[in-house]
């Protein structure tokens, strides 16, 4: 069975700061991995994502990922936090087979302050 | 931009009421998802469909369950007699192909509250 787990159910940076959200997972075979976020009262986007090939990940608005297989980890980092990336952030694995059915962990909050 | 379209986006409804949560997926795509998210919880996967009829389903999706797709734009969820447990937040969603690798695109949501 595959699983994530996100560490951290809130964050806060400050404006400028680096924006560093955990996640790691639990998969049997190789794992596509996705980062959605949720800005209030929208649906989810997706920020980027990981399938094969270069492990570095570079998504929208700036956002990267790394897909570290030894750890299973895939943490979503910004080198400089604006107040527009206040939203939550799901961290989801794509099940092995099937059709694309996203197995989400249970999402960090993320706040910028001044 | 194309995107999904959920309506309504709040929906309060009584217990043992039968609610049907409506989605438009992106016009090209062909297949469609319905997830759900519980207040403070992870969100859950409940169905996809594809070719007019479900290709997967959760443990979640029971009897009380069902989707449709009535015609060639929307695609449906109906829950028959609602229970106090299915308060959620319900996103569908929609994809060009399957495979693991295809981005899902998600529509914005419809909260609904059993009473």
């Known amino acids: 069975a595959q699983s994530v787990t996100q560490l951290g159910s809130h964050v806060s940076v400050s404006e400028g700061a680096l924006v560093l959200l955990r996640c790691n997972y639990s998969?049997?075979?190789?794992?596509?991995l996705f980062w959605y976020v949720q800005y209030p009262n929208q649906g989810l986007q997706l920020l980027l994502k990981?399938?094969?090939?270069?492990?570095l990940v570079k998504g929208i608005n700036g956002f990267e990922a790394e897909f570290k297989k030894s750890e299973t980890s895939f943490h979503l980092t910004k080198p400089s936090a604006h107040m527009s990336d206040a939203a939550e952030y799901f961290c989801?694995?794509?099940?092995?087979?099937?059709?694309?059915?996203?197995?989400f962990g249970a999402g960090t909050r993320l706040a910028v302050h001044p | 931009e194309p995107e999904v379209t959920q309506t309504p986006s709040h929906q309060v409804t009584q217990m043992g009421q039968e609610v049907i949560l409506r989605c438009v997926p992106i016009?090209?795509?062909?297949?469609f998802y319905w997830y759900r998210q519980i207040l403070g919880q992870k969100v859950e996967f409940l169905v996809s469909?594809?070719?007019?009829?479900?290709?997967?389903k959760s443990e979640i999706f029971d009897d009380q369950f069902s989707v449709e797709r009535p015609d060639g734009s929307n695609f449906t969820l109906k829950i028959r007699s609602t229970k106090l447990e299915d308060s959620a937040m319900y996103f569908c969603?929609?994809?060009?192909?399957?495979?693991?690798?295809?981005?899902?695109?998600f529509g914005q949501g419809t909260r609904l509250t059993v009473v």
């Open positions: 016009s090209n795509h062909l297949y």
């Open positions: 969603a929609s994809s060009e192909q399957a495979g693991q690798s295809t981005e899902a695109f």
């Open positions: 469909f594809y070719n007019n009829e479900i290709s997967e």
């Open positions: 998969s049997s075979v190789p794992p596509y």
């Open positions: 990981y399938t094969t090939g270069a492990t």
């Open positions: 989801a694995v794509s099940r092995a087979g099937g059709y694309n059915k996203l197995i």
